[in-house]
């Protein structure tokens, strides 16, 4: 089970930490990674272990995990407006490549998501 925290309302230029805590296995045996998604639009890659991020967040969000807490951090700074969306983290049992950790339907397991909105 992935339970996400840490969104919130944000002006423009501010940061926020999520976190996605799991219960169960220990989340050093999954793929992980943060997905985000607005309404009307398909889930869309954020980042994941060992520094893959999806372009529009180089240089602005970190992908961060504690293996002993069994948490993992998506650090966001820097926001813009059109990083507001629902963000999700994500567990797969598979080994991923670089390419493939982008992809959602490739993940097993889901959290419930965490609502991230940026003002302008």
């Known amino acids: 089970r992935l339970v996400e925290s840490g969104g919130g309302l944000v002006q423009t230029g501010g940061s926020l930490r999520l976190s996605c805590a799991a219960s169960?296995?220990?989340?050093?045996?999954?793929?992980i990674a943060w997905f985000r998604q607005t309404a009307g639009k398909e889930r869309e890659f954020v980042a994941a272990?060992?520094?893959v991020r999806a372009d529009s967040v180089q240089g602005r969000f970190t992908f961060d995990f504690d293996n002993d807490k069994n948490t993992v951090f998506l650090q966001m700074n820097s926001l813009k407006p059109e990083d507001t969306a629902r963000y999700y983290c994500?567990?797969?049992?598979?080994?991923?490549?670089?390419?493939?950790?982008?992809?959602?339907?490739?993940?097993?397991?889901w959290g419930q998501g965490t609502q991230v909105t940026v003002s302008s």
């Open positions: 169960g296995r220990a989340f050093s045996s999954y793929a």
């Open positions: 272990r060992g520094g």
């Open positions: 994500a567990a797969s049992h598979a080994i991923l490549s670089t390419g493939q950790v982008r992809e959602a339907h490739r993940y097993d397991y």
